[in-house]
Structures are given as structure tokens and as C-alpha cells.
Antibody, heavy 122, light 110 residues
Framework: QVQLVQSGAEVKKPGASVKVSCKAS????????INWVRQATGQGLEWMGW????????GYAQKFQGRVTMTRNTSISTAYMELSSLRSEDTAVYYC???????????????WGQGTLVTVSS | SSELTQDPAVSVALGQTVRITCQGD??????ASWYQQKPGQAPVLVIY???NRPSGIPDRFSGSSSGNTASLTITGAQAEDEADYYC?????????????FGGGTKLTVL
């Protein structure tokens, strides 16, 4: 069965960086884009960006341009999201999600990681 | 980037029908997908595309789309349907591989 298993909770100081991992299993890792989505406490879902594990190509939401980097290690079927220059507003649960395309008009996330809580506090 | 707009909260009496809507320019080009999220849990896909349900999602959940509006309908709402619901689509304003979420709708089942 398809699974996305994320790394554990992190506590970081303002200005530091955090790197969250997302290990995929149950399918061919390079066949589906991985997207990253975050959710601050009590807030909605916020799309951060996508990565094609086959090519390594990425696309980031404008809000995170220059601060986020999405990478992968295909040998261990793992995607990574690194966010730098952390501030208190980055405190959130970070999710990886596998993107699929039903047709040219329809994309969706049919599998999600369990989420990783990143707390930014001095 | 585009925006998707949802009503912050909606309520429905047990067993009745409720419609949750999502508006945005991207929906003129792409279909929405819908996610249910319960407290402390990751989102779960309930509807995608024109009106497709993943395996395991009850058939009381259905989707529709017209113009710039997508709708999620729950026919005969159950207590376990109380949750936050988010719409999502690809972003038509820039890179088509970019995505956007609605702000979410909190559904209360009375």
C-alpha cells in the first residue's frame, strides 16, 4: 500500500533552517510529483510547492521563493523540504502529498504524509 | 497566483443535505478536488474532478462545477461528516503545475 512517512517534530530558533523528509513506499517514487503543504494551528492549508522526483524540477509558491528548497534522493525514495530563515510565523504542521492527474483538467492529492510539526521559538 | 474562496462555516441538520462552495478564476480552467480534515489528522481526498470519489468514500459525497464555482454536496449528512473541508485546484494564473487551496469551510452537523 502507498505510504508517505515523514520525519519527526522539530524545534528551531528564529533564523535557523529546517529540513523535513518524506519517505515514499508502495509505488514507483519517480512516477508522481510530491507537493508540500503547511497548516498553522487553527488555520487553513497553504500550498508551498511541488517537485518532480524523476527530473528534480521544482516550483514554489511566490510567498516562499528564496526560502524553500525541495529535493529528493531517488535511491531511498525520499523527498525533502528545507525552509530557511525561519520566523515564528513558520510554526506549522508541514505535509507532503502525492499529486496525481486524472486528466489534463484534474489534479488531486490522493496520499498524504502524517505531517511534521515545526515549532519556531526563541 | 489565484485564490479560491470558501464560506468559513456551514451547518446542517443530521440527515439533511448541505452544499459547500468554492469560487475562483482557476475553476474556469481546472476542476477542483475536495478534502475532508478532522482535528489532528491529515486531509483526506473525498472528491476529485468532475465528480469522482476515491475508493472508500461514501456515495453521499458528490461534486459539481459551473463557471468559476465548484461545489461539494453531502446528501444525508452524518455526524461523522463534521469536519473542515478544503477545495484545491491547479493554478491557472501562472505555472500550471502550481496549485492553490481555498481557505476551508468548517462543517457542523446539528
Amino acid at each position: 500500500q502507498v505510504q508517505l512517512v515523514q520525519s519527526g517534530a522539530e524545534v528551531k530558533k528564529p533564523g535557523a533552517s529546517v529540513k523535513v523528509s518524506c519517505k515514499a513506499s508502495g509505488y514507483t517514487f519517480t512516477s508522481y510529483d510530491i507537493n508540500w503543504v503547511r497548516q498553522a494551528t487553527g488555520q487553513g492549508l497553504e500550498w508551498m510547492g511541488w517537485m518532480n522526483p524523476n527530473s528534480g524540477n521544482t516550483g514554489y509558491a511566490q510567498k516562499f521563493q528564496g526560502r524553500v528548497t525541495m529535493t529528493r534522493n531517488t535511491s531511498i525514495s525520499t523527498a525533502y523540504m528545507e525552509l530557511s530563515s525561519l520566523r515564528s510565523e513558520d510554526t506549522a504542521v508541514y505535509y507532503c502529498a502525492r499529486a496525481a492527474y486524472y486528466d489534463i483538467l484534474t489534479g488531486y492529492y490522493n496520499y498524504w504524509g502524517q505531517g511534521t510539526l515545526v515549532t519556531v521559538s526563541s | 497566483s489565484s485564490e479560491l474562496t470558501q464560506d468559513p462555516a456551514v451547518s446542517v441538520a443530521l440527515g439533511q443535505t448541505v452544499r459547500i462552495t468554492c469560487q475562483g478564476d482557476s475553476l474556469r480552467s481546472y476542476y477542483a478536488s475536495w478534502y475532508q480534515q478532522k482535528p489532528g489528522q491529515a486531509p483526506v481526498l473525498v472528491i476529485y474532478g468532475k465528480n469522482n470519489r476515491p475508493s472508500g468514500i461514501p456515495d453521499r459525497f458528490s461534486g459539481s462545477s459551473s463557471g468559476n464555482t465548484a461545489s461539494l454536496t453531502i446528501t444525508g449528512a452524518q455526524a461523522e461528516d463534521e469536519a473542515d473541508y478544503y477545495c484545491n485546484s491547479r493554478d491557472s494564473s501562472g505555472n500550471p503545475l502550481d496549485w492553490v487551496f481555498g481557505g476551508g469551510t468548517k462543517l457542523t452537523v446539528l
